[in-house]
């Protein structure tokens, strides 16, 4: 009856420290998803031209990638207007 009890309790601290990250995983995988739903690919020359006039592709470019590389998110999901904390969850 003891080890009962004591397995009942084991499992019950683990379900109540799995669970937690198991939400936290699911609900950023929404949020990655919704954001690609609302941002489809965009190639380069797309994003160029958002950036306007004034910056200079290969600085666009750069930036482009080095904020995929940081963020995981896929090279043709970043857009100039992409947030980094709202969008990306970067903090």
């Known amino acids: 009856m003891l080890g009962l009890i ?7 601290i ?3 420290l799995i669970v937690p990250f198991v939400l936290l995983f699911h609900k ?4 990655k998803r919704d954001y690609l739903v ?3 690919p965009l190639s ?4 160029v031209q958002r950036c306007g006039e004034n910056v200079p ?5 750069k930036v482009r990638r080095m904020i995929s590389d940081f963020s995981g998110m896929d090279y ?7 947030r980094l904390f709202e969008d990306l969850d970067l903090c």
């Open 57 to 61: 592709p290969e600085v666009a470019l």
């Open 76 to 82: 043709e999901h970043i857009y100039p207007e992409t």
């Open 6 to 12: 004591i397995y009942g309790t084991l499992l019950l």
């Open 38 to 40: 609302k941002h489809p």
């Open 28 to 31: 950023e995988q929404i949020a």
């Open 14 to 16: 683990i379900v109540l």
């Open 44 to 47: 380069d020359e797309e994003f």
